[in-house]
Every structure is written in structure tokens, then in C-alpha cells.
């Protein structure tokens, strides 16, 4: 027998009893961006509140001076941002800010997800420079969790963002930034 | 020996002889569960309905063990549908095989690993090493274990038991570096430049799983640091290590999860990082997928009605964090890479209750009840830790003290009786040393001069 078949035997020997399962509809409830806002700011994330017309202006302040990278159909123009042209990882170091877009924001927890679509790139560029740059639209921001579940692309690589890389290993001590960006912020667009 | 497996070495009761020793280890973990434990109750506290959201995690798990079969089925389709391997492992020793072969097949030498309790369950990191292959652990509390050659002592801060100035000189002399602080950021940062390096190089990677979702094929990894991501992103080969019972239906059933698992844990509304993939997708990350499907005694929890419930568990460590056993005598006492409350319970269940050591587990427990209230998916601890004291071998003396007391206690003439003659056997039983064990930590109770059946008999009417 192979190991496939002797744990499907010995979980059918196990007989569990089924009973009915009911998953309960979460209402759909307006979101709220003072709510989104405050707890991705409880991350010690930096966040901006913006009129569209603002958005180019505080990238283009956010980046000055800086070698800044974003994902090959990024929306907005930046002066002086290279495109993702497929760098390797070591090439990547070299960049000390990323700027990108995301699927969604749940108010609920104060999250971020990027699901790799427009204006997102792949992950790595995400990952790899120390500042993470993401804006959002007023109403991308969802109010729960299983809303934000159902806005994503489930089947594309997903990144669920709360606030900077962390850790509280050392004596529970919270030391913001260890692998991942040190540095988050979020640029919320009034609608 | 970080990775430590689950055999206990010793019975529980000289291991914790052992580590009540340890003043640092005391303090460092009673700070640490007041602290993760106080902060547990503000992101609590923010629920509308926390219990209603315990006994919904609850339910959704028994119901994805009910159709566990079907789920793993599903799983494995659709992962393979988007181009991942899928391997089944009845035992540790099987997916340690697994995993030693992808890496030979590709001539691996050293592979980075993310934090994962299920490969320190299968001891996959000495099984590795005796084969040729290094596995370094990218998490900063599993790196610390790992180059002090130490285990874990907690679910979530496995270096609890460590301090600042410890970590420093051992950061000084197996990475080489001058470390004029011991300043926890100074010490993250000294982890962040010797790992990069690392994360940059490896070929593969080997994770655990948070949880996988059947309908999809996707996988969760939740975790802080971003050493996850790393791992998950930036290898060419990905190796997943699964136990079975981490596969959730759908998709959407990742919610109701991830509102009790950070609360729990790490005592936040969220953990800054969670990362899901499909299988493989061109061009973003891994391009090889490895998915290994591990039982190792999990279908011997699945097969005992009481027992089962166990397999609810999301290894948040909330119980180890309320238990007052666990925050005395901290989580090597144990034995087992399954610490605390859950770890008395799941480590003998997963030896199918025939490790004498392991057995001595369930009695770890004062039975307060504590770490059923913080269970965030609503397991009876208490009601398994009884149960599986009945299973274990019984003394033949206790044995034989419990048959006389039953054969005394099932009639009310002999129970009288018993109860006037209870001076004399209190005197004799002191006497032998036959409650030595009980009295040695407590009074004896003064036996009082008339029972209360006698002044019932007697009294006024």
C-alpha cells in the first residue's frame, strides 16, 4: 500500500461523524476609511490621506533622492522611478524604495493585500528594497476580512500587508523591520 | 538538538525537577505569557462576538475533519492542477525521505527553512544533516535555538528562555561579529545582514503550512519578519510540509482563521505578513512546488472520539501562555516540540498513547481549566487531559487502592463504616507513606471527631 492509501484507509477507519455545516453571510457593511486608516497607522505604518490630484505630487516627495522602483504597468508617473524589467534579486538590493497599487484594504484588521494584478508586479519587488510604498483608492478598502477574501484573486500569489516587517523574539521586545521593508507606507485616495 | 521531535526523554515530572531550576527561564517566560496575555484581551475585547467566533472556528474545523478525505483529495487535484507535486508521508521518516530526495535530485546542499513546528516534529533538520544537507533557520528566535544547538521552549517565541545579553554572545561567537549592544534592534539587525546573504543564494526552500484551502489548492503561510516571504519568493524550489489536518473547504473559511489566529498568538488584530500561492505561477517566485502531506499519528488522533477535537488546533500557543503549569515550568519540561496544555495532549495522542513518557503528559496540568477559556477554537483540554489519564497504565497498587475504594464507596453501610474507621486508616496510611505524594505539597486534613452522617443521625428534629 502506499502512503496515500494507508492515511485514506485509516481516515476512513476513523469514520468522523458529518454534520450539517451552515457558513454564515457576512453582511456587507460600508467600510470605513477613518477605521482603515487608524489601525494600519497602529502598525507604526506612515500613512498619507490624498485627493487624486495630490497622488503625484507626495510620490514624487516620497521618492526624491531615492533609487525607486515600481511594477512594469504601475498607473502613476514618477520622476526619475525605473520599471520592473524583470531584475534578478541581487539587481533588486540596489533599490531602496518600491511604490506599487493593491487589490484591497480591509478596515477590519488595517490591511493591505496585493494579489499581483495591475500596478502590483511579482513579489519579490515588494520584498527585497526597504520601503514599501502602496497606494489604495477609498473604495478598495473593504470593511471585513471575508470581504477582502472575495475582492483578491485567489489563485495569483497573495501578500496580506499589516503594517512593517516585525519581530518580538528577543525578551518580547517589538523590533520593527527584520527581513522584509523596514519602512510602510500607505497613500489613502480621498474619492 | 534544535528540532527536537516529540519523544519525551524523561517522565514530565523530572524533566520540570529539572527546569524549575532555571531562574532566567522562570522569569523571562512569567513576563512574557503576563504580557502576551494582557495584550490578548485588548484585540479580544475589540470582537463583537469573540465566543460566537470561537465556537464558529470550532465548527468549521470539525466539519473540515469530518470530510477530511474528500478535502485532501481536492487539495491534492488542484494543486497539481497548477503545477505543485503533491506527496503523501505516513510517517516522519517518509517525508524526511521526500524531502532529502528533491534536494539530492537537484544536487542541493543547504536549504533555508521558515519557522514550522510540524518539520521540528519530524526532526527534520538532524535527519538533513546526517544526509549531507544543511538546513538554516531564517526565523530569529529558531535561528538563535539553532546556533546555541538548543530547542524550542514556546509555540511562538521558541528563545524565550533566553536573554538579550545571551543572544549577544552567542551571536558573537558562531557568526563572528562584534556586537556593541545587546540592544534587541542592533541584535535583529545583526540576523538581518547574515541572512540576507543567504535568502539571495538558496536554491530551496522548506516551510510548514498555516493552512491550505481544498476548493483553490492555495497555501498560508502567517508569520512577522518577512523571513517567510523570503523563503517563499525568492528560491528557485519550494517544499511545503503539511500535517493533515491543516486543510481547510474553501476559500472563504480563511477568514473566520485568520480572525482567531493573530488574536491568539501574537495578540494582534493581524500579523504584518501572510502570504498564499497557488501551486506555481510563471514568473513570481518558486517555479518548482512540493507539497508533502503529513500524518505521523494524526489519523490515531482522528480515530478516538474524545481525542479528535485536538486536531482543531491552529498551534496559536495561547494555552501554553494562560497555563500556570507551562509558565512555571516553561516548555522543555515537556519534551516535546508540543509544549504546554496542547503539547500534554497532542504528543502522547500522536505516539498513539504507547510512549510511557509521553503518557506522563496529561498529568501536567493543575486542571484549572485555563486554557480550555483561551482555546481559540474551542478545545475541551481539560475534558481530554481526564481522559487520557484514564488511558495511561495504571500503578497495580493504585489500581488496587481504587478497586478497594470503589468496592467501599458502592454501598452505604460499608461507606459508614468506613467513614468511623477513617481516623485510624488517615493515621495508617501517613504511616506507610501511602499519600507521601499528595502530602508532601499540602496538609493533611484534620479528620474531624463525628462524620456528618453521624450529627445527621443525631441531631435535633
Same mark, same amino acid.
Given at each position: ?68 522602483? @515600481? ?121 | ?109 543547504? @536549504? ?100 491550505? @484551502? ?34 481547510? !473547504? ?79 515550568? *516553561? ?8 509544549? *504546554? ?6 504528543? !502522547? ?71 468511623? *474507621? ?40
Amino acid at each position: 500500500m502506499t502512503a496515500k492509501e494507508r492515511i485514506l484507509s485509516r481516515i476512513r477507519t476513523a469514520a468522523v461523524p458529518r454534520e450539517d455545516y451552515f457558513r454564515t453571510e457576512t453582511p456587507v457593511q460600508p467600510a470605513s476609511i477613518d477605521l482603515f486608516c487608524e489601525r494600519v497607522a497602529d502598525y507604526r505604518a506612515i500613512v498619507h490621506r490624498v485627493s487624486q490630484d495630490e497622488v503625484s505630487a507626495t510620490l514624487n516627495r516620497i521618492c526624491e533622492g531615492r533609487r525607486c522602483l @515600481v511594477a512594469a504597468d504601475f498607473e502613476f508617473v514618477i520622476e526619475g522611478a525605473i520599471a520592473d524589467a524583470g531584475f534578478t534579486h541581487a539587481e533588486l538590493v540596489d533599490f531602496e524604495t518600491t511604490i506599487t497599487s493593491c487589490a484591497v484594504g480591509i478596515a477590519e484588521s488595517g490591511t493591505i493585500v496585493l494579489d499581483a494584478g495591475q500596478g502590483q508586479g511579482r513579489r519579490a519587488i515588494t520584498l527585497i528594497p526597504d520601503h514599501h510604498v502602496c497606494i489604495i483608492r477609498a473604495d478598495q478598502v473593504v470593511s471585513s476580512l471575508e470581504e477582502g477574501l472575495e475582492r483578491v484573486m485567489v489563485t495569483r500569489p497573495l501578500t496580506f500587508i499589516s503594517g512593517p516587517s516585525a519581530t518580538s523574539d528577543i525578551e518580547l521586545v517589538r523590533v520593527e523591520g527584520v527581513h522584509g521593508p523596514r519602512k510602510l507606507e500607505v497613500l489613502v485616495v480621498k474619492a | 538538538m534544535s528540532g527536537g521531535g516529540i519523544r519525551p526523554a524523561t517522565s514530565f515530572t523530572s524533566a520540570a525537577r529539572e527546569t524549575l531550576k532555571n531562574r532566567t527561564l522562570r522569569a523571562n517566560l512569567g513576563f512574557a505569557t503576563r504580557t502576551i496575555c494582557a495584550k490578548r484581551e485588548r484585540v479580544v475585547d475589540e470582537i463583537e462576538d469573540w465566543q460566537a467566533t470561537r465556537s464558529a472556528g470550532a465548527a468549521l474545523k470539525d466539519h473540515a475533519l469530518a470530510n477530511l478525505e474528500e478535502n485532501l483529495l481536492l487539495l491534492e487535484k488542484q494543486v497539481e492542477a497548477a503545477g505543485g507535486t503533491v506527496h503523501w508521508a505516513a510517517t516522519a521518516q517518509e517525508a524526511v525521505e521526500i524531502v532529502a530526495k528533491i534536494a539530492r535530485s537537484h544536487r542541493i546542499s543547504e @536549504v533555508v527553512k521558515v519557522k514550522s513546528i510540524t518539520s521540528d516534529e519530524i526532526e527534520l533538520n538532524d535527519s538533513l544533516k546526517k544526509q549531507g544537507i544543511e538546513a538554516i533557520e531564517t526565523d530569529l528566535a529558531e535561528l538563535i535555538c539553532q546556533l546555541a544547538d538548543d530547542s524550542p521552549s514556546h509555540i511562538l517565541v521558541p528563545a524565550i528562555h533566553k536573554n538579550r545579553e545571551e543572544i549577544r554572545q552567542l551571536f558573537a561567537t558562531k557568526l563572528g561579529v562584534e556586537i556593541e549592544s545587546s540592544e534587541p534592534h542592533r541584535l535583529a539587525e545583526v540576523a538581518r545582514l547574515h541572512l540576507r546573504e543567504k535568502f539571495l543564494t538558496a536554491k530551496m526552500a522548506v516551510s510548514g503550512a498555516n493552512f491550505a @484551502v481544498a476548493s483553490t489548492g492555495s497555501i498560508g503561510i502567517v508569520e512577522s519578519e518577512g523571513n517567510g516571504r523570503m523563503c517563499l519568493t525568492l528560491p528557485d524550489i519550494l517544499v511545503t510540509i503539511m500535517g493533515i489536518e491543516k486543510v481547510l !473547504p474553501e476559500w472563504s473559511d480563511v477568514a473566520t482563521l485568520m480572525r482567531l489566529l493573530p488574536r491568539s498568538s501574537t495578540a494582534e488584530r493581524m500579523n504584518p505578513y501572510t502570504s498564499v500561492w497557488t501551486g506555481v505561477t510563471p514568473g513570481d517566485g518558486p517555479q518548482e512546488f512540493h507539497l508533502i502531506l503529513l500524518d505521523n499519528g494524526r489519523t490515531n488522533v482522528l480515530d478516538d472520539p474524545v481525542g479528535r477535537q485536538t486536531l482543531r488546533c491552529i498551534r496559536c500557543s495561547a494555552c501554553l501562555n494562560v497555563c500556570p503549569v507551562y509558565q512555571r515550568v *516553561g516548555g522543555h519540561a515537556y519534551g516535546s516540540v508540543y509544549p *504546554g496544555p496542547i503539547g500534554a495532549i497532542l504528543t !502522547p495522542q500522536l505516539l498513539a498513547m504507547a510512549d510511557e513518557n509521553a503518557n506522563t503528559l496529561p498529568f501536567a496540568s493543575s486542571m484549572c481549566g485555563a486554557c480550555y477559556e483561551a482555546c481559540p477554537v474551542k478545545i475541551n483540554i481539560p475534558e481530554v487531559l481526564a481522559y487520557l489519564r484514564g488511558k495511561t497504565h495504571k500503578q497495580p497498587v493504585e489500581l488496587a487502592a481504587f478497586q478497594v475504594a470503589y468496592w467501599v464507596m458502592s454501598d452505604s453501610r460499608r461507606f459508614s463504616a468506613a467513614l468511623r *474507621g477513617k481516623r485510624i486508616g488517615a493515621s495508617v496510611a501517613s504511616m506507610f507513606g501511602l499519600v507521601k505524594g499528595w502530602t508532601d505539597s499540602r496538609e493533611m486534613p484534620e479528620v474531624p471527631a463525628e462524620s456528618f452522617r453521624d450529627w445527621w443521625r443525631k441531631r435535633d428534629r
